[in-house]
């Protein structure tokens, strides 16, 4: 009888073992797919993105509608940070450089915007980013 029960507990701590090398082997278990705890979200993936903007993309992780919101509010903030780079470089030409001391604000602007990101992401909220966060280019 003790060896019935000892049989039974060995199966039982050896299947976690093998459904784990199962999501392993198959490439689906990352460590950021997995959801936050408190949220239920992929905070961590959505973080990623404000970073990476491309990272999500290439996992497969946007088939989560947070991590795709997230990507996309971090798509249109580094295609505003391109854009501010390149008319920051004609205007300071074209005002032989007294555009050059505006250029500062925008980029500041720039970053509280990218940190509003990162805060909203960490804390599992789908807010948009003020002025850009109604532009969707991930659909």
């Known amino acids: ?4 029960k000892t049989l039974n507990e060995e199966a039982k701590e050896a299947q976690p073992q093998q459904e784990q090398t199962a999501e392993q082997a198959s490439g689906t278990a990352t460590p950021a797919a997995t959801p936050n705890a408190k949220t239920g979200k992929n905070t961590g993936m959505a973080i990623v993105a404000y970073f990476l903007f491309f990272v999500p993309m290439l996992t497969g992780d946007l088939k989560d509608p947070f991590v795709k919101f997230h990507t996309n509010q971090a798509l249109v903030l580094f295609i505003v940070d391109v854009v501010a780079w390149i008319l920051g470089i004609i205007f300071s030409a074209v ?21 509003m990101g990162i805060i909203n992401a960490a804390k599992g909220d789908m807010k948009p980013l003020p002025l850009i966060g109604g532009i969707t280019i991930l659909k």
């Open 1 to 4: 009888m003790e060896e019935e």
């Open 95 to 115: 005002t032989l450089g007294l555009g050059a001391l505006l250029m500062p604000l925008i980029w500041l602007f720039i970053f509280v915007l990218w940190v």
